[in-house]
């Protein structure tokens, strides 16, 4: 599988530990996910977003591209991302971060896995102490860890 990863602007964990241990083929940051980034060493493809809550303005990068939108969208940056990653034609797309920090992004990024769970064969949001994902028309395999709570709606 071609797996993307999206930085989110919050995250929940150590963002380095879940890039070394995945290996994504691209890395894609949703606005002010590109600063974290930054600060952990990870320089990212492609950053989308519209700068509110990351400064993208005047920064090279040297090879990351920049697409900049207008901050007047009907999308967030986190969906554009995702849109974008599955036009580029990944099959796997994790979300790394995005849950926690302001409710109306968590909300937004629960209903992008939704919107986008029959585009991908696998599409997720991953942090240090979440696992979520949204299926359509598939199956998941759980295995049993310890200290491990499984929700299902």
């Known amino acids: 599988m071609k797996t993307c990863f999206i ?75 995702v849109k974008h990653a599955i036009g580029l034609g990944f099959d796997e797309i994790i979300i790394i971060g995005g849950v926690g920090g302001r409710f109306d992004h968590t909300a937004s990024n629960i209903q992008t896995l939704a919107h986008f769970a029959g585009a991908a064969k696998r599409i997720a949001i991953v942090d240090g102490k979440n696992y979520i994902t949204a299926l359509e028309n598939s199956k998941i395999v759980l295995l049993k860890e310890d200290y491990s709570y499984v929700s299902i709606f």
Do not use: W
Not at 17 to 43: K, M, N, Q, R, W
């Open 7 to 81: 930085i989110t602007a919050y995250i929940e964990g150590d963002l380095s530990t879940f890039v070394s241990s995945y290996c994504p083929d691209h890395i894609i940051c949703a606005d002010g996910g590109y600063e974290l980034a930054v600060s952990s060493g990870i320089v990212p493809d492609l950053v989308i977003g519209d700068s509110d809550s990351g400064n993208m303005q005047g920064i090279s990068g040297g090879s990351t591209r920049f697409i900049r939108f207008q901050k007047e969208k009907d999308e967030s940056d986190t969906f554009l991302c």
